[in-house]
C-alpha cells in the first residue's frame, strides 16, 4: 500500500468513525444533561459537597460555581507541584519553580495544557495522576458546563435559571469521561502504551550512551488527554513519544479520540433544541472548515518542500515521525489545532510555512472546528449570533436564532466574546515583540522568529497548548504572561458566554415563520463559514503576513 | 366597530392602490444640491461633542488629527494626501446625517409657520348647554391641560383637544396637507381637533387635552427635525458591533508596529492611522444615522408620523396585521353585485326595473346599482329630470324600501326596492303572490354574507316580484395578491369586522386572509392581541374610535388614524395624516426596509476590507520581504499612491452610497431565504469586488501626483 492511499483511508476511517459516533454520543450527551434522575453515587457527592443537585442556578451563579471550582482547582495544583518532593511517589522529582507551578496549574485547569517543562523530568507520578490527570476530567467538563447553560439559554423561556453546574459537572465525568476513558485507556495498553508506576530506568544505548527513561502511568492519561482535548503529555515529546502512542493504529485512534466529543455536541445541541437540523448545519461547517485544513496542510507538507532531502523523503519529513509519516502528521496537527486539544505527534515548527501556518491559522479561529470539548461549540454558536445578527438584518427582521432575539445586550456579550481572544493574543505578541530579552528567546530570526512567539500566545490564548517548539518559553517573562493569557482566554469567554445564557434564557421565544431567517440551511453553513473566515481573517492578517505569509510568499 | 370614513381626505376609493403590479417601497430623490447646501452643517458636526457620539467616526477624526500633526511636522505630499482624505471622510459621514436632517427640517419650517401663537379663549366657567359664557383671552401657550375654550369660524383652533359642544367644520390642510374641510362635533369618534388647525363655520367648545409644547404640531416638528430622536435598539446592538470590530482592528494595527519593528519595516503614523481608517467600518459607520432618519422620512412622504424610531423598527417585525375589514380590505360600503331574475323575467327587465328604482338613491347601494345596471347589463343610462312623471319614494325606516311612481299615459307603473320582508309583504299586499323561488334566491344570498334587496314592481294591477339584487362588500382589487405576498414574508393577516361570522367567512375567503374576528367588540379585539403577543409575536393594528385605545396601546405596532380621536391618536405609536388603513401594510415594509438597508450597508462595509488589506499590507512590508509583493495583485503603482487610492476610495465610497442609504435598499416582498440570498450576493459580492476595482482606477489616477510615485 502506498502513502497516498493509506493517508486517503485514514482520513476516510476518520470521517467514518466520526460520523458513526455522531448520533449515539451526541444523543447520549443530551439526555444525561437534560436527565431529571441522579445515580446514587451522584447524590452522594452532591450530600458530601452540600449541593442541592435539583436547585438550578442563575448564570451568574452558575459563573461564579466556575470560577470558584477553577480557582480553587489552580491552587491546590500549585501547592502540589510546589510540594511535590515532600509527597509520595515523587520518583526524585524536586519542587517545581514557582512561575512554573503557577504557568502549569493554570494550564491545565484551563484545558490549555501548554507544557514549559519536560514531564518526565519535572512531574512525579502523584502529581501527574492526582493533580493534572484530575484536572484533564474536570476542565473537559467544565467546558461542557458552560456549552450546556448557553444551550440551556436557547430553550428555555422566561426563566433566569441556566442549569447547576455541580450536577453538569458530576454527570460529565461520571457518565461521559470517566467510561469513555477506562476503556479507551485498556485499548491504548492492549496496543502498546505504557501503564505502570516505575521511575527513571537508565540503559546504553548500542552507540554506547546511556539514556534515562521514565516510567509511569501514561495509557490513563492519555485517553482522557485526547478525549478531553487537553493535550498535555505524560512526555515532553508528547504523542510523538512511543510510549505515548506506539503505531500508526494509536495515533489514528488518537485523533479519533480528539475529534469526537467536539463533533459529537453539534447533535446534543441540535436535540436539545429539538430541531437536529440545527445541529447538522452546526457540524457541517465545523467539518467544512476541519476538511478543508486537512486538504491544504497536507498538500503543502507533500508538496511545498524546499530542500532537497524533502524531495527524496516525498515530502517535509524534518519533525516528523518516520512510523506516522506525512499524512497522518498532517492529520494530527490540523485536528490538534483545531480542536484546542493541543498535543503533537510531529512538531509543527519543521512544517513548510503552509502548513505551519495554517496551524497557527486554526487557533486564530478561535478553536471552533470543532473546537475544544463545549468550549468549539459555544464559541462556534456566538460566532454563528453576530453571522445571523448581520444576515438577518438583511432580512428585515430584528434577528433571531432559535426563536431568539438578538438586540443590544445579546451583540454586546457576543462582541466581547469575538473581541477578547485577539485583543489577548495581539497585545501579549505586540508585548513579547517590544522586548529585547523576549524576543532573545526566539530560537529563529526573521519571519519565523516572530511565527514562533505569535503561535504560543496564539495557543495559550485560545487554550490550545500546542508549542510551534523553537521558543524557550521556561522563562519567569513568558510563564507568567502565557499564564495570564491562558486565564483570560478560557475564563473571560465564559463570563460572556454564560451572561449570553441568561439573557437568552429570560426571553420569550419569538415564533417561526416565513420571514424568519433559516439557520439549517446551506445557505447559513456557506454564510457562517464566510463570516468566520472574514471575521478572523481580517483580525489577524497584518500578523499573519509578517509571520508565515512573509516567510511562505519568499 | 367604529370606523368613520372622513368625506373628502382620500378615502380608500380616492386612492386607487395597484397592488397587482410588482411594488417596491420607494423613498423620495436625493437632489445634488442637498449635498452642496448641507456641507456647513456637515463641517460644524466636526465638533467632538457630537463625533464622539459615533465611535467609528470619532476614531477617523481622531486619526485625521494626528495625521495632521503629522503632517505638521513631517511634511510630505503623502503626509498632506491622507491628512486631507481623512478630514474629508469625517466630513463625508457628517454630510449623509446633514442631508438627512435637512429634509426633514424643510418640512418642520412649513408646520413651524402654522404653528399657533393666536390668542385663546379660555372659558371660565362652562356646562353643558350653557348659552350666556364669560371668557378670558390667553396666550395659546399658556393654555392647560383640561382647559375649555371656544372658537368660532375664521379663527385658528389654540391647541389639541375634543370638541365638548358643536359642531364645524375644519381646514386641517396645516397638517395633513389636504385643502379640503372635514367636520368635526362633540361625542362620537370625530371629535379630535388639531391645534393649528383653523375653523371655517359654525362654533365649537373645545376641551385641552395636550400640555403646551406637547400639541401635536410640536411633536411632529421635533419629529421631523430629528430633534426627538433615539437611537432604536437594533441601531444599539448594530453600534456595539461596530464599536467592538473597530477595537479589534485598532489593537490589529497598534500591535502591529512591534511586529514591524521587528520586521525592520517600522512604520509612520500617517501609515498606521491610514491602515486603522481602511479597515474600521466606516462606509456604515458614517451611513448608519442617516439611514435611521431617512426611514423616519419616508413614513413623513407617506404621511405617517413614527413617534419613535422604534416603532418603525417594530413594524419591520411584525408577525400579525390586524385588518379592519371596512376601508382595508372592501371598499367602504356594499355594492350591487348582479341581478338574480324570477322565472319568467329577463334579466334585462330585471336591470331595468333596479335602475329606476334606484334614480334618486343617492346611497352608495343605490349608486352602485345604478352602475351596475348601465355597465355590466348595458341599461341606458338614464337620469332623474329625464322621466316626465316621476315621483320617487324615498326609504324610511318604517317602509324599508325606496323606489319611483313613473305615470306614462294614464299608466302608472310602481317600482319597489327594498328589505326581502317588505318587498314581498307590498306585492302581495297589491295582489302579487311572492313565489317561494325568491325566498330561495334570498336564502342563499343572505347565505353567502350578501345582502339581497327584492325588486318588485306594479304596473295597473298585480304587483309582481322581478328578482333580487346582490349587495356585497367588494373586496379591492389586488388585496389578495398583496396578503400572498405578506403570507411570504411570514405575516399573518386577520381580518375585524363586526359583520356576523357567515358574512365574515365570505369575506375573508375571497379576500384570501388567514384569519378573522366577527362581531369583533374592543375587548375580542384586546384579547386577540393579547394572545398573540402571549406567543412572542408582534402585533400591528389601525384605529381610531376611543374604545380602540386600549388595543392600540397594546398592539406593539398602533397606527391611529387622524380623524380619529385624540384618545386613540395619544395611544398609538403611529399617525396616519391620510386615515388610510391600508397603508400598514407599507409601514411594515418601510420597517423591513430601514432594517435591510443597515444589515446591507454592514456587510459591503466588512467585505470591502479584503480589498483593503491587498492594497496596504503589500504597500506596508514589501521592502521587508518582498515575497509580499506577490499580495499586491492590483498592480498598485507605488506604496504611498497604493495607500492613498485606499483612503480615498474609502471616503469616496461613502459619498456614493448616500443616495442609497437615504433612499433605502431594494426590497421586493419575499421569503427570508430569498431575500437573504439576494442581498449577499449583491452587498457581499459586490463589497468583495467593487474595491477592487475602485483602488484600481484611483491608483491609476493618483500616481500622476509627484509626491505619491
Known amino acids: ?554 | 366597530m367604529h370606523l368613520t370614513l372622513v368625506e373628502p381626505p382620500s378615502s380608500p376609493e380616492e386612492t386607487p392602490q395597484t397592488p397587482q403590479e410588482p411594488h417596491r417601497v420607494s423613498g423620495g430623490l436625493l437632489d445634488p444640491r442637498q449635498l452642496i447646501t448641507s456641507l456647513p452643517e456637515a463641517v460644524r458636526k466636526l465638533n467632538p461633542r457630537v463625533m464622539v457620539k459615533n465611535p467609528v467616526m470619532f476614531v477617523v477624526a481622531v486619526g485625521a488629527l494626528l495625521t495632521t500633526l503629522s503632517a505638521i511636522k513631517d511634511p510630505s505630499i503623502f503626509a498632506w494626501v491622507i491628512a486631507a482624505w481623512l478630514w474629508l471622510t469625517a466630513v463625508f459621514a457628517n454630510l449623509s446625517e446633514a442631508v438627512a436632517e435637512g429634509r426633514g427640517k424643510a418640512q418642520a419650517e412649513t408646520l413651524r409657520r402654522t404653528k399657533t401663537d393666536t390668542v385663546a379663549r379660555r372659558l371660565l366657567d362652562w356646562r353643558p348647554g350653557l348659552t350666556t359664557l364669560s371668557e378670558e383671552e390667553v396666550p395659546a401657550t399658556r393654555l392647560q391641560l383640561e382647559d375649555l375654550v371656544v372658537v368660532e369660524a375664521g379663527q385658528i383652533i389654540p391647541g389639541d383637544g375634543d370638541v365638548v359642544e358643536g359642531v364645524a367644520s375644519v381646514d386641517e390642510s396645516a397638517i395633513t396637507g389636504e385643502s379640503a374641510p372635514v367636520i368635526r362635533e362633540s361625542g362620537g369618534d370625530r371629535s379630535a381637533v388639531t391645534g393649528g388647525t383653523k375653523v371655517l363655520s359654525d362654533r365649537i367648545v373645545v376641551q385641552i387635552t395636550s400640555k403646551p409644547g406637547e400639541t401635536f404640531i410640536d411633536r411632529m416638528i421635533a419629529l421631523v427635525e430629528g430633534a426627538a430622536r433615539q437611537k432604536t435598539p437594533n441601531e444599539i446592538a448594530l453600534n456595539i458591533l461596530l464599536a467592538s470590530l473597530t477595537v479589534v482592528f485598532l489593537l490589529a494595527v497598534v500591535t502591529l508596529q512591534p511586529f514591524a519593528i521587528y520586521a525592520h519595516a517600522e512604520q509612520t503614523i500617517v501609515v498606521l492611522v491610514a491602515l486603522v481608517v481602511a479597515l474600521i467600518p466606516t462606509t456604515i459607520g458614517a451611513l448608519l444615522s442617516a439611514i435611521g432618519i431617512a426611514g423616519m422620512d419616508r413614513l413623513v412622504q407617506r404621511n405617517v408620523l413614527a413617534m419613535s424610531g422604534r416603532a418603525v423598527e417594530a413594524a419591520g417585525d411584525v408577525n400579525t396585521l390586524l385588518l379592519d375589514k371596512t376601508g382595508t380590505i372592501t371598499f367602504g360600503n356594499r355594492q350591487a353585485a348582479e341581478f338574480l331574475p324570477v322565472e319568467g323575467v329577463s334579466v334585462e327587465d330585471l336591470a331595468d326595473a333596479a335602475q329606476l328604482s334606484s334614480l334618486a338613491d343617492e346611497t352608495p347601494e343605490g349608486r352602485s346599482v345604478v352602475v351596475l345596471a348601465t355597465e355590466k347589463y348595458g341599461r341606458r343610462e338614464r337620469h332623474q329630470g329625464e322621466l316626465g312623471n316621476a315621483e320617487f319614494v324615498p326609504f324610511t325606516a318604517q317602509t324599508r324600501m325606496s323606489g319611483v311612481d313613473l305615470t306614462e299615459g294614464g299608466l302608472t307603473r310602481r317600482v319597489r326596492k327594498g328589505a326581502a320582508s317588505a318587498v314581498t309583504a307590498w306585492a302581495e299586499r297589491n295582489g302579487g303572490d311572492a313565489a317561494g323561488e325568491v325566498r330561495s334566491i334570498v336564502d342563499g344570498i343572505s347565505g353567502s354574507g350578501g345582502t339581497p334587496l327584492v325588486v318588485a314592481e306594479r304596473r295597473g294591477g298585480r304587483a309582481k316580484v322581478l328578482g333580487v339584487i346582490h349587495l356585497k362588500d367588494v373586496v379591492k382589487p389586488g388585496i389578495r395578491e398583496r396578503f400572498a405576498e405578506l403570507r411570504k414574508m411570514g405575516i399573518k393577516t386577520v381580518m375585524i369586522t363586526g359583520d356576523n361570522p357567515l358574512t365574515a367567512r365570505a369575506i375573508a375567503e375571497e379576500a384570501g386572509v388567514d384569519d378573522f374576528l366577527a362581531e369583533a367588540t374592543p375587548e375580542d379585539k384586546m384579547a386577540l392581541i393579547k394572545r398573540e403577543q402571549a406567543g412572542g409575536k408582534l402585533v400591528a393594528m389601525t384605529g381610531d374610535g376611543t374604545n380602540d385605545a386600549p388595543a392600540l396601546a397594546q398592539a406593539d405596532v398602533g397606527v391611529a388614524m387622524n380623524t380619529g380621536t385624540s384618545a386613540a391618536k395619544e395611544a398609538g405609536n403611529m399617525v396616519d395624516l391620510d386615515s388610510n388603513p391600508t397603508k400598514l401594510i407599507e409601514i411594515v415594509e418601510i420597517g423591513k426596509q430601514l432594517l435591510i438597508t443597515r444589515g446591507a450597508l454592514t456587510t459591503f462595509s466588512i467585505a470591502n476590507d479584503v480589498a483593503k488589506y491587498f492594497a496596504i499590507i503589500p504597500a506596508m512590508f514589501a521592502t521587508a520581504y518582498p515575497g509580499l509583493n506577490k499580495l499586491n495583485i492590483m498592480h498598485l503603482h507605488s506604496p504611498l499612491s497604493a495607500i492613498s487610492s485606499a483612503i480615498i476610495f474609502n471616503a469616496l465610497i461613502i459619498v456614493a452610497l448616500i443616495p442609497l442609504s437615504l433612499r433605502g435598499v431594494r426590497y421586493r416582498p419575499s421569503s427570508a431565504a430569498a431575500l437573504l440570498s439576494r442581498n449577499i450576493w449583491i452587498y457581499g459580492l459586490g463589497g468583495l469586488v467593487l474595491p477592487f476595482l475602485g483602488i484600481k482606477l484611483i491608483d491609476l489616477a493618483v500616481q500622476f501626483i509627484p509626491g505619491l510615485r
Open chain 1, 1 to 554: 500500500m502506498n502513502d497516498t492511499l493509506a493517508g486517503w483511508l485514514q482520513v476516510l476511517a476518520l470521517i467514518g468513525a466520526l460520523a458513526l459516533s455522531y448520533r449515539p454520543l451526541g444523543d447520549y450527551l443530551a439526555r444525561i444533561l437534560t436527565s431529571a434522575k441522579h445515580l446514587r453515587a451522584e447524590r452522594l457527592i452532591y450530600r458530601l459537597g452540600g449541593v442541592d443537585g435539583d436547585a438550578d442556578q442563575r448564570w451568574i451563579g452558575y459563573l461564579r460555581s466556575v470560577l470558584a471550582f477553577s480557582l480553587v482547582s489552580v491552587l491546590f495544583l500549585y501547592g502540589f507541584m510546589r510540594l511535590q518532593n515532600h509527597l509520595l511517589l515523587s520518583i526524585g522529582m524536586q519542587a517545581v519553580a514557582p512561575d512554573l507551578s503557577f504557568n502549569t496549574a493554570v494550564s491545565f485547569v484551563t484545558n490549555t495544557n501548554w507544557q514549559s517543562y519536560s514531564g518526565e523530568s519535572t512531574m512525579g507520578h502523584l502529581v501527574q495522576m492526582a493533580g493534572l490527570a484530575v484536572q484533564n476530567f474536570v476542565s473537559a467538563a467544565v467546558g461542557i458546563a458552560v456549552v450546556t447553560a448557553l444551550i440551556r439559554g436557547f430553550t428555555r423561556k422566561k426563566t433566569d435559571r441556566v442549569g447547576n453546574f455541580w450536577v453538569d459537572l458530576t454527570r460529565i465525568v461520571l457518565r461521559v469521561l470517566l467510561p469513555l476513558s477506562f476503556v479507551l485507556a485498556l485499548v491504548l495498553v492492549a496496543n502498546g502504551v505504557i501503564e505502570n508506576f516505575h521511575a527513571v530506568h537508565s540503559i546504553s544505548t548500542i552507540a554506547g550512551d546511556s539514556q534515562s527513561l521514565t516510567g509511569g502511568p501514561v495509557a490513563s492519561q492519555e485517553a482522557i488527554k485526547e478525549l478531553g482535548t487537553n493535550g498535555g503529555g505524560f512526555y515532553n515529546a508528547n504523542s510523538a513519544h512511543p510510549f505515548e502512542n506506539p503505531n500508526a493504529f494509536t495515533n489514528w485512534l488518537e485523533i479519533y479520540l480528539l475529534l469526537v466529543i467536539g463533533f459529537a455536541l453539534p447533535r446534543t445541541f441540535g436535540r436539545m433544541v429539538g430541531d437536529n437540523r440545527q445541529g447538522y448545519a452546526v457540524v457541517a461547517v465545523m467539518g467544512l472548515i476541519w476538511a478543508a485544513s486537512v486538504a491544504v496542510v497536507t498538500f503543502n507538507e507533500l508538496h511545498s518542500v524546499s530542500s532537497a532531502a524533502g524531495h527524496a523523503a516525498g515530502g517535509m519529513m524534518e519533525g516528523k515521525e518516520q512510523r506516522f509519516g506525512v499524512w497522518a502528521s498532517a492529520l494530527f496537527a490540523v485536528s490538534t489545532t483545531l480542536t484546542s486539544c493541543g498535543a503533537v505527534d510531529s512538531f509543527h515548527d519543521s512544517y513548510t510555512p503552509g502548513g505551519g501556518g495554517m496551524t497557527i491559522f486554526n487557533m486564530m479561529l478561535g478553536e471552533i472546528a470543532p473546537g475544544g470539548t463545549g468550549s468549539g461549540l459555544y464559541g462556534i454558536l456566538v460566532l454563528a449570533i453576530v453571522a445571523v445578527f448581520i444576515a438577518g438584518l438583511m432580512v428585515g427582521r430584528t434577528p433571531e436564532y432559535l426563536g431568539k432575539k438578538l438586540r443590544g445586550r445579546e451583540i454586546k456579550f457576543a462582541s466581547l466574546y469575538i473581541l477578547t481572544t485577539p485583543a489577548i493574543v495581539l497585545v501579549g505578541s505586540g508585548i513579547a515583540m517590544a522586548l529585547p530579552g523576549e524576543r532573545a528567546a526566539m530560537a529563529n530570526h526573521g519571519a519565523h522568529g516572530f511565527s514562533e512567539v505569535l503561535y504560543a500566545f496564539t495557543s495559550a490564548a485560545n487554550n490550545n497548548g500546542s508549542a510551534f517548539a523553537g521558543l524557550s518559553a521556561n522563562t519567569v517573562w513568558y510563564n507568567t504572561a502565557l499564564g495570564l493569557a491562558m486565564l483570560l482566554g478560557r475564563f473571560l469567554p465564559m463570563v460572556f458566554v454564560l451572561a449570553l445564557a441568561g439573557s437568552l434564557a429570560s426571553q420569550q421565544p419569538v415564533p417561526v415563520t416565513a420571514g424568519t431567517l433559516p439557520t439549517h440551511r446551506p445557505q447559513f453553513v456557506g454564510l457562517l463559514t464566510g463570516v468566520i473566515l472574514i471575521v478572523v481573517g481580517l483580525t489577524y492578517f497584518p500578523a499573519l503576513a509578517l509571520g508565515p505569509l512573509a516567510e511562505g510568499l519568499q
